[in-house]
């Protein structure tokens, strides 16, 4: 039997009531014109954890833990990746910088990334952000960290850090 073109005017289930699937899961449906409903929705997550304390004395921003990274295959150039981030880290003396990197791209700024400790005090972290890769090729979130001169950043040394991407249909 040949592909063809199937044109309706409704389609609706056999009750008269409930949720038509087109595709399979992992299968991707595109939709033309102005569809109301179904896009902003979670189409996958990925996470990933790290208990071990980690260390640096980088002045310039460093994975500091290679485990606190996600990759994730958007399905969609138009998704966005919404990344969530919680850990703690500490600076000896002085200052300390945390950011989130998309493979090698800062998502934060170039001097402070997304966050910023002060000399002493441990600070939970929480950092998120939306991003818009517009590829359909796997992109890496990881966590990167940098110190300032002389001084030593911790990451993880009170608790477990993990880094989660959401993609999200747009």
């Keep these: 039997m040949a592909d063809g073109t199937l044109k309706v005017g409704t389609i609706t289930t056999s009750s008269g ?15 033309s014109g ?12 990925v996470t990933a954890t790290d208990g071990s304390a980690r260390n640096t004395t980088s002045t310039s921003f460093v994975t500091a833990s290679n485990t606190l990274s996600v ?25 300390s910088f945390i950011t989130i ?9 170039a001097t402070h990334g997304m966050g910023l400790s002060n000399g002493g005090i441990w600070i939970p972290a929480s950092l998120s952000i939306l991003d ?4 359909i090729s796997a992109v890496t ?8 001169s002389g001084t030593t ?7 477990k850090g993990s880094i989660t991407a959401f993609e999200v249909a747009a």
């Excluded at 179904?38 to 189409?43: A, E, H, P, V």
């Excluded at 399905?75 to 703690?88: A, E, G, H, Y």
């Design 132 to 135: 818009s890769p517009s590829t």
């Design 17 to 31: 009531s409930g949720t038509i699937t087109l595709g399979q899961s992992g299968e991707t449906v595109n939709v």
């Design 141 to 148: 979130y990881q966590v990167y960290v940098k110190a300032a």
């Design 34 to 45: 102005t569809a109301g409903t179904g896009f902003g929705k979670i189409l996958q997550v």
């Design 71 to 95: 990759t994730i295959t958007p399905s969609s150039t138009s998704s966005k990746i919404f990344v969530l981030l919680t850990t703690n880290f500490l600076v000896g003396s002085s200052d």
């Design 153 to 159: 950043v911790y990451l993880n040394d009170t608790g």
């Design 101 to 109: 990197f998309r493979d090698a791209t800062n998502l934060g700024t």
